[in-house]
């Protein structure tokens, strides 16, 4: 089976970087994330940062990150037709949907998957039936019930709901119709990106599968490869193997996992150290053009917007007009005069539980 790799929803990378064992050397692995458009979190189901992630991509991944494209953008945003342009004809064999938690994201992200997945591809939604994100269930079953043409649930593992494509769905390699979801009752607006209108049905056409299912539509890239010689379409691994490969992952993430977040949270610690030397660098060329750093008071703020009454200010001397905040997301902490001897002033971050002191982890300072 041939196809890219793409996770809706990377957070830091971690379950992305697993599935890059299943990537072949002419494909890609796709991280499509707000990242740092924190704005379009509107569930906050999760805190990525893009600095974050590209720090973990080349310290986990090492000469494997030249297969890592990285698209920063809600996943609510995209087209059908800019979805299958971005991964073009080799089409998307696994696709992990973790983005927004919200009944629209979780419809939408489905929507997307199924024109974009290959005949025998996986879909692994996460989250499903998790009592914390319950639009992510809800999202399924709109989506099955109104907008669903071609993919099928096989395999719920490890908190995620793994879907494939009608034809490979291993209930009807016998010629049965398997067992039925239940459906939740919904209205006809389509939570995805098209018209707001009640849908037509087309009529049925013939499927290889052997069961007759009305109103399913043969996607243009499923009807390709019937057409092919079967040992082109048995090129690669077959859905059986991708299955002993993602129970693997699975159980990897809990062996893997710990030691891989601890190593995540030094590169956070790392990032946090870096930005706080080049904010103290300007903070230097603040004070060559105005002759003193900015007060308590005054902030950081003073390196985006002139402070009242500062004559020879030249700023802003921050691009994009805007402080940054420290890798979890928080602003970074700032006094002057410093209250550390031989300091003129004092800048940090308060660090991955932002607080100090005895329930806290030690703040990262300047030095």
């Not at 410093?338 to 806290?360: I, K, N, V």
Request: charged share 20%; with cysteine.
């Amino acid at each position: 089976m041939r196809g890219h790799i793409v996770e809706f929803g990377v957070h830091h990378g971690l379950f992305l970087f697993l599935l890059n064992a299943l990537r072949n050397e002419d494909e890609k692995c796709f991280a499509i994330d707000v990242f740092d458009y924190q704005n379009l979190n509107v569930d906050r189901s999760g805190s990525g940062s893009l600095a974050a992630f590209r720090s973990h991509l080349d310290t986990l991944m090492g000469p494997q990150g030249r297969f890592f494209r990285v698209v920063q953008r809600d996943t609510l945003s995209f087209s059908t037709v800019e979805a299958t342009d971005l991964f073009g004809k080799i089409g998307v064999k696994i696709l992990s949907v973790d983005a927004g938690h919200t009944i629209q994201h979780a419809c939408n992200d489905l929507h997307l998957a199924q024109e974009v997945l290959v005949p025998g591809g996986i879909v692994a939604l996460d989250d499903y039936m998790s009592p914390h994100w319950p639009g992510v269930t809800e999202g399924f079953y709109r989506f099955m019930s109104a907008a669903n043409r071609r993919l099928k649930p096989f395999m719920y593992f490890q908190n995620k709901l793994f879907l494939t494509t009608s034809q490979q769905w291993p209930l009807e390699r016998g010629g049965g119709c398997g067992v039925q979801l239940p459906v939740i009752p919904v209205n006809d607006r389509m939570l995805v990106n098209r018209p707001h209108h009640r849908q037509q049905r087309m009529p049925a056409q013939p499927t290889s599968s052997g069961c007759d299912r009305p109103g399913l539509r043969v996607s243009a890239r499923e009807a390709a490869a019937g057409g092919a010689d079967l040992r082109d379409r048995q090129r690669g691994f077959t859905l059986l193997e991708l299955l002993v490969v993602l129970a693997i992952i699975g159980l990897l993430v809990g062996l893997v996992a710990p030691a891989a977040l601890h190593q995540l949270g030094s590169a956070k610690e790392k990032i946090a150290h870096q930005s706080i030397e080049r904010l103290a660098s300007v903070l230097d060329m603040y004070k060559l053009d105005v002759g003193s750093y900015p007060t308590s008071a005054q902030g950081l703020q003073a390196l985006v917007t002139r402070p009242q009454g500062v004559a020879r200010w030249n700023g802003p001397y921050i691009q994009g007009n805007k402080v940054p905040d420290d890798p979890w997301g928080r602003p970074f902490q700032y006094r002057s005069p410093g209250q550390r001897p031989e300091h003129e002033f004092d800048l940090y971050s308060l660090g991955p539980t932002g607080q100090t002191g005895a329930t806290g982890a030690a703040a990262i300072y300047n030095e």
